[in-house]
Nanobody
């Protein structure tokens, strides 16, 4: 079992950018499909983006064209570059495997988009 720690969240204005990082400890996960998830207030957690070990990516329609997921397997790290942020992007962002494993959910990192 790996420990996943998200970081990089914060308060940004609409249209701003932010880069989130997900660092894994315990063992290398480079051969797994990884995903970024988010849970907005009053909503269920949803998959935002995913990336295979080979770098193939997929995005939710709500973020496609604005967010970019990437990974550095040597560093056991997954990134989410967010641009053109909207207030509706406000949520706690999590990383996990895809499909997610229940025991791997961490604390997430808060992203707040507000003017």
């Amino acid at each position: 079992q790996v420990q996943l720690v998200e970081s990089g969240g914060g308060l940004v204005q609409p249209g701003g950018s932010l880069r989130l990082s997900c660092a894994a400890s315990g063992r290398i996960f480079g051969f797994y499909v990884m995903g970024w998830y988010r849970r907005a207030p009053g909503k269920q957690r949803e998959l935002v983006a995913q990336i295979t070990s080979g770098g193939n990516t997929n995005y939710a329609d709500s973020v496609k064209g604005r967010f970019t997921i990437s990974r550095d397997n040597a560093k056991n790290t997954v990134y989410l570059q967010m641009t053109s942020l909207k207030p509706e992007d406000t949520a706690v962002y999590y990383c996990n495997l895809w499909p997610p494993k229940s025991d791997y959910w961490g604390q997430g990192t808060q992203v707040t988009v507000s003017s």
